[in-house]
């Protein structure tokens, strides 16, 4: 179960549902999510200073990560990018059918556009419920090398699962 947040609220039902199904499996599969939604996700030689890329297509929509990333980068940047697929495909319309975000996760959107899917993109790499287990788990006082477990745990950098569990 995830926490009912804001960005979260903003999902259209039949799509919230087919993310909820994702959660429950650690880490997250986050090209199985997109598939379920109908993305096409691709690994691309984008230029060093984009992480993503989501596209509307004559079929549907189209994200291309940058394969010169690290893993847990193109992990968040995809979640980020399906983000974008779940709250703001008026926004992509509105920008040309194209979101293009830098290494900074700014695309030409209004900040708060990017900010919303950062969250929401962290909430689904890292879902509530599982924090909350991971939490029980290890008590109040959680040390840094519980946060690289838990980071490898989840398939995120370690300053996102640091970033995530100080919201």
Do not use: C
Request: avoid cysteine.
């Amino acid at each position: 179960m995830t926490a009912v947040t804001k960005e979260w609220q903003k999902i259209k039902q039949a799509d919230r549902e087919t993310v909820a199904k994702h959660l429950n499996e650690l880490p997250v599969k986050l090209g199985a999510l997109a598939k379920d939604l109908g993305i096409d996700v691709k690994l691309s030689s984008l230029p060093l200073n984009v992480s993503g890329q989501i596209a509307k297509t004559p079929t549907g929509f189209e994200i291309k990560i940058n394969r010169h990333e690290s893993r847990q980068r193109q992990r968040f940047t995809l979640a980020h990018e399906i983000a974008h697929f779940l709250i703001h495909r008026d926004v992509i319309e509105r920008m040309g059918g194209t979101l293009t975000d830098s290494v900074l996760y700014r695309s030409g959107a209004s900040e708060s556009i990017e900010y919303e899917a950062n969250r929401l993109a962290s909430q689904i790499v890292m879902p509530e419920h599982a924090l909350r287990a991971a939490y029980s788990r290890f008590g109040e006082n959680i040390s840094e090398s519980a946060v690289e477990l838990l980071a490898e745990e989840f398939g995120v950098s370690k300053a996102a699962m640091e970033i995530r569990m100080a919201a």
